[in-house]
């Protein structure tokens, strides 16, 4: 990537990968792979740690670029509004959000969801992006549990909630599985509503994956980015092989991504 280019590198952090070691395992990790910043998933290691947070970041260098809703509010299970003031302590700007995955953006309890989405990034004073989800789940254990509507995978029915509710967009690559969406015609007209891309690579199988493997043509859209002067946020999503394991993370993988990308 060019040395005057605007766009930072960040890496999601989850709970679940790796599962067993405690947050500092990721931090120090991922300052050694290169990127800017981290975004940060809340879950039962980070809802509760704002001070650790704010320590590990700093010890670090590793800012906090934005935070991402937690597990139980993406599902619908429970609308943690109190989760909203840590991206408040942490001075972040941006808040990534799924839809309710079983809901049509029709159905009132999505409308209801919404409408607080907005009621909320209102009075908090920050941004809060809604992310186009996958088609299908990679687990079919999920699917009867938390089946998805075909709007949420939409991204035209995601953009067009996005509209009506005065929310920004998290573009999230692996979940429309097109290699080139630079190509696209829409992804011009989107952009500008787009605060957040989650980069990582797919092929029609594996979900997921570092920039070294699979069908996305990373190089090509990130030139395509500079282009359009986005000024929004890049954040990895590299969980492969595995979003759920205990032991280690594959920061090798991100490492190489970053490579990829800082060669252009």
């Known amino acids: 990537m060019k040395k005057n280019t605007p766009l930072k590198l960040s890496s999601s ?25 981290v975004e940060l ?11 650790k947070i704010k320590k590990l970041s700093k010890k670090y260098n590793l800012p906090i670029t934005s935070i991402h809703q937690p597990v139980w509010g993406g599902l619908g299970l429970y ?9 408040t302590q942490l001075g972040v700007k941006k808040v990534v959000c799924h839809p309710i995955p079983r809901y049509s953006f029709q159905d009132k ?3 209801e969801y919404l409408k607080n989405l907005s009621r909320i990034q209102r009075n908090k004073g920050i941004d809060i992006l809604l992310e186009n989800l996958s088609p299908n789940y990679d687990n079919k254990l999920i699917d009867p549990f938390f089946p998805l509507s075909k ?6 029915e995601v953009y067009a909630a996005a509209q009506e509710y005065n929310l920004k967009l ?24 787009v605060g957040n891309i989650h980069l990582s690579s797919f092929t029609e199988t594996e979900h ?8 996305f043509h990373a190089k090509e859209f990130i030139q395509y980015l500079e282009q359009m002067n986005y000024q929004g946020l890049l954040t990895f999503e590299i969980y492969y092989p595995s979003f759920l394991n205990f032991f280690g993370y594959d920061f090798d993988a991100i490492r190489e991504s970053v490579n990829i990308l800082k060669k252009i």
């Open 13 to 37: 952090i989850t709970d679940f990968a790796p599962l067993l070691h405690d947050l500092e395992y990721m931090f120090k990790g991922l300052k050694n792979t290169g990127v800017d910043g």
């Open 41 to 51: 998933v809340i879950g039962l290691k980070t809802r509760w740690s704002v001070d």
């Open 79 to 87: 609308f943690d509004e109190g989760f909203f003031d840590i991206a």
């Open 109 to 111: 309890p999505m409308t």
């Open 151 to 156: 709007d949420t995978g939409s991204l035209k």
């Open 170 to 193: 998290t573009l999230d690559i692996d979940h429309f599985l097109i290699p080139r969406p630079h190509k696209e015609k829409w992804l011009k007209d989107i952009l500008p509503k």
């Open 208 to 215: 997921h994956m570092p920039l070294s493997m699979g069908n």
